[in-house]
Nanobody, 124 residues
Framework: QVQLVESGGGLVQTGGSLRLSCAAS????????MGWFRQAPGKEREFVAY????????RYADPVRGRFTISRDNAKNTVYLQMNSLKPEDTAVYFC?????????????????WGQGTQVTVSS
């Protein structure tokens, strides 16, 4: 069982930055690949970024590549999402999730555990 708690969301102007954190409980954190997803009102939850157990192969959705950076600190059981050059279209609730699979990391169904989400609002 893994419990995930996101933090760091808030209101920011266009072009600003935020750093999201996701703290995980349990000693098995390092065995999970970790993903960030987001969900805007009236839209489906969509993939944002993924980091595997080893940190050498991160993946990003096209809309955020070059602006967002996912990282993890296994000693702190925490995964981060650094978001720069934010745009109004980045406004959404952001969720972190944990997966034991090595494939399908861009799909909601690949993840076993989810956090409660943190709101990110980017004003124009």
């Amino acid at each position: 069982q893994v419990q995930l708690v996101e933090s760091g969301g808030g209101l920011v102007q266009t072009g600003g930055s935020l750093r999201l954190s996701c703290a995980a409980s349990g000693a098995t954190f390092r065995t999970y690949g970790m993903g960030w997803f987001r969900q805007a009102p009236g839209k489906e939850r969509e993939f944002v970024a993924y980091i595997p157990r080893s940190v050498d192969d991160t993946r990003y959705a096209d809309p955020v590549r070059g602006r967002f950076t996912i990282s993890r600190d296994n000693a702190k059981n925490t995964v981060y999402l650094q978001m720069n050059s934010l745009k109004p279209e980045d406004t959404a609730v952001y969720f972190c999730a944990a997966s034991r699979l090595f494939v399908g990391w861009a799909t909601v169904g690949a993840y076993d555990y989810w956090g409660q989400g943190t709101q990110v609002t980017v004003s124009s």
